[in-house]
């Protein structure tokens, strides 16, 4: 299984757009890269799901290079409810279930 | 459907009793999953199910703890002789067979406590 590693921790200011870099050198093939958001004393909420190049939804963007080595998260315009542990998984839903470990994430914090 | 739930939210118990949590996953989900999630650290995968088969489980679960999912609908997750380093948040989630999908409900969590 693909190990993933992030930093531990970000600051940044509301209304700044952050990115929340992943780094997976062993990703396989048929791995989907997965990002998702935890707030304390919740469960993790999914943000977005990427196989290659980028990916854009209502509330971030993923892009993942060439090479699949990495990835990053871009969350733009964030605001004092974007504070959250962010997590990057890369697995498969068909092979590893629910197998891919979350690590410990990256914990925003965003300062008014 | 108002997504994954857990029963309780909070669990407080003595060292060497037994618990049991109730996960109710949303309705058309056939996948069902089992995390453990201590402070400062991610959730750490336990098991899941499809359908009502137990398809794997991790080396985390030690034989103190049982899940089953018996009609396939929602399941239980049995701690016995519980232990200090039990204590922790208990999270379950759900998902759909889908071709590339990842995304994993997740229900609030029960958090246990062992004193």
């Known amino acids: 299984l693909a190990k993933t590693t992030q930093p531990i921790s970000m600051d940044s200011y509301e209304g700044q757009e952050v990115n929340i870099t992943c780094s997976h050198n062993n990703i396989a093939t048929n791995d989907y890269i997965t990002w998702y958001q935890q707030f304390p004393s919740q469960g993790p909420r999914f943000i977005i799901q990427?196989?290659?190049t980028k990916v854009t939804n209502e509330v971030a963007s993923l892009f993942i290079p060439a090479d699949r080595k990495s990835s990053t998260l871009s969350l733009p315009r964030v605001s004092l409810s974007d504070t959250a542990v962010y997590y990057c998984l890369v697995g498969t839903h068909l092979d590893n279930a629910g197998k891919s470990t979350f690590g410990d994430g990256t914990t925003l914090t965003v300062k008014p | 459907d108002t997504g994954v739930s857990q029963d309780p939210r909070h669990k407080i118990t003595k060292r060497g009793q037994n618990v049991t949590f109730r996960c109710d996953p949303i309705s058309e989900h056939n996948r069902l999953y089992w995390y453990r999630q201590t402070l400062g650290q991610g959730p750490e995968f336990l098991t899941y199910f499809q359908n009502e088969a137990q398809l794997e489980k991790s080396r985390l679960l030690s034989d103190r703890f049982s899940a089953e999912r018996p009609k396939g609908s929602f399941s239980t997750l049995e701690i016995q002789r519980t232990e200090q380093g039990d204590s922790a948040m208990y999270l379950c989630?759900?998902?759909?067979?889908?071709?590339?999908?990842?995304?994993?409900?997740f229900g609030p969590g029960t958090r246990l406590t062992v004193t």
């Open positions: 990427g196989y290659k």
């Open positions: 989630a759900s998902s759909s067979r889908q071709d590339h999908s990842y995304e994993q409900y």
